[in-house]
């Protein structure tokens, strides 16, 4: 079954069709951060850890899509130096991993996944687990990330999307 859905999600507009579309409309007028009931890509959210019980959140976090833009200054300054637009210096799935470890300070970014994108945003679910729950204490797989050197994994760049625009991923 997740083979087959692994090669859905490879072009879900063709795959998926109006479902697809559809799902893009409604989360454009959801909010930035949203709480998902079930993860919409579950062969992904499987394989990077995420378990269907109590201590796990799957959160659909809307980034912006484009480059950056510095407001336009008034006054005397040179106009080689008032360069408007530049790109960030890290990917949109890290943003999107780091809004959704502001959100829930309790809980620690597992992993991260696209989920789908516009003309506007881009859309992934981030996978966090409670470190304080016993039942991600108890896990055998995860009771590394309960540990006190794993806090802050998303704004330290140590998630699989930080450690890719380090430069550590090959």
């Known amino acids: 079954m997740y ?5 859905l999600w490879r072009k879900p507009s063709e795959g998926m069709g109006d479902i ?3 799902r893009l409309i409604r989360w454009r007028s959801e909010a930035v951060i949203t709480k998902a009931d079930t993860p919409t890509r579950i062969d992904r959210a499987r394989s990077l850890g995420y378990k269907a019980k109590q201590g796990f959140v799957v959160a659909r976090v809307r980034v912006g899509r484009g480059g950056r833009k510095t ?3 008034s006054g005397g300054r040179r106009p080689k130096r008032s360069g408007r ?3 960030l210096n890290k990917p949109k799935q890290q943003v999107a ?3 959704a470890s502001a959100k829930y300070r309790n809980m620690e970014v597992l992993n991260s996944y696209w989920v789908g994108e516009d003309g506007k945003h881009i859309w992934y679910e981030v996978i966090l687990a409670d470190t304080s729950h016993s ?9 590394w990330i309960a540990k ?4 802050g994994r998303a ?3 140590l998630t699989s999307a930080g450690k890719k625009s380090r430069g550590l991923k090959k």
């Open 71 to 73: 407001p336009d200054v």
């Open 3 to 7: 083979r087959h859905l692994k090669t």
């Open 135 to 143: 039942s991600v204490k108890k896990d055998t797989d995860l009771k």
């Open 155 to 157: 704004s330290r760049g």
């Open 85 to 87: 637009f530049f790109t």
């Open 97 to 99: 991993e780091e809004k």
């Open 20 to 22: 697809h579309k559809n």
């Open 148 to 151: 006190g050197k794993h806090k």
